[in-house]
Nanobody
Framework: QVQLVESGGDLVQPGGSLRLSCAAS????????MSWHRRAPGKERELVAS????????NYADSVKGRFTISRDNAKNTMYLQMNSLKPEDTGVYYC?????????WGQGTQVTVSS
């Protein structure tokens, strides 16, 4: 079955960096577009970044453009989110997502807290 496992969340000071990972299994990873989403406290879950299948071209929410970089390693079945210049408003639970056969799959999420 499809499994997505996020890791890398932590408490970091404003201006700091984190790298999130999403380990995928149960499907042919390279054949599917993937995405990162986040849910800030008291807010709806929002799309942060997405990457197409194969080599992967990326798209970003305006709020993270120029600071976050999404990437994938198809040999390792893993997707990444490099987050730089972090701001308090980046705080939230970050989830990876894949849509397969018209069904959405989510990981359990990893907590990112940006605070001094």
């Amino acid at each position: 079955q499809v499994q997505l496992v996020e890791s890398g969340g932590d408490l970091v000071q404003p201006g700091g960096s984190l790298r999130l990972s999403c380990a995928a299994s149960g499907f042919t990873f390279s054949n599917y577009a993937m995405s990162w989403h986040r849910r800030a406290p008291g807010k709806e879950r929002e799309l942060v970044a997405s990457i197409t299948r194969g080599v992967g071209s990326a798209n970003y929410a305006d709020s993270v453009k120029g600071r976050f970089t999404i990437s994938r390693d198809n040999a390792k079945n893993t997707m990444y989110l490099q987050m730089n210049s972090l701001k308090p408003e980046d705080t939230g639970v970050y989830y990876c997502n894949v849509i397969r056969n018209d069904r959405q799959y989510w990981g359990q999420g990893t907590q990112v807290t940006v605070s001094s």
